[in-house]
């Protein structure tokens, strides 16, 4: 008969496993390791792609994007940018983060008659950071 070495123990092991229990490969007991390992795994990519989704997209710069999509040559913001549309200082204290949110990814659900372009490209950190910037 093969030797089988003992299992790796974890902090996902189910109360009541015995480590004694033979392994389902000698004939007997319970595989609990195989499945809480695979969930290990899972957690352990989900944490990873969570931490490298934030560390990427979290470090977005309100005021370049505010500059670089092109808000600033339509709106205002503190006594700069443009004048052919509304001035956004002190909109966040007007309207909801979420109304903003939903002016910049789709500005027609708000007004289906206005000129401003939808920015339904910008992921949900970036228009974040833009409504920190108007909070700012």
Not at 24 to 47: F, R
């Amino acid at each position: 008969m093969a030797h089988f070495h003992k299992p790796l123990t974890c902090s996902f092991i189910p109360v009541g496993y015995n480590e004694t229990e033979k392994s389902p490969y000698e004939g007997g007991g319970v595989n609990v390791m195989g499945a809480n390992m695979k969930w290990a795994l899972i957690l352990g990519a989900l944490a990873v792609f969570i931490a490298i989704f934030f560390l990427t997209q979290g470090s977005t710069n309100g005021a370049e994007l505010f500059r670089n999509q092109g808000c600033i040559g339509c709106h205002s913001f503190k006594g700069k940018g443009g004048q052919t549309c509304p001035d956004l200082t002190g909109v966040t204290a007007r309207r909801s983060d979420h109304w903003i949110r939903v002016q910049i990814k789709d500005p027609g659900r708000h007004n289906p008659k206005t000129r401003m372009p939808a920015f339904g490209h910008l992921s949900y950190m970036e228009i974040s950071s833009i409504i920190r910037y108007l909070k700012s």
